[in-house]
């Protein structure tokens, strides 16, 4: 798989906005609030603060 086609870098603890396209610390990005007793079984939601975009990473 191309390096550019992956989201989340581990590494470097980024994320690709997969609208906007931008490379931004995961740590910018707006986390959904979830209720914490079923945490474990859902996927978290992000927003991107850049176009607002509202998007969840599937789990691989
Ligand atoms: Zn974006």
Redesign the pocket.
């Known amino acids: 798989m191309a390096s550019s086609l992956t989201l989340v870098d581990e590494t470097t603890r980024t994320m690709v906005?997969p609208?906007?396209e931008?490379r931004q610390p995961m740590r910018d990005y707006v986390t959904l609030g979830m209720s914490p007793r079923y945490a474990p079984q859902l996927s978290p939601i992000y927003r991107?603060r850049?176009?607002h975009?509202l998007f969840a990473i599937r789990e691989q």
């Open positions: 906005c609208r906007c931008e991107c850049k176009c975009h």
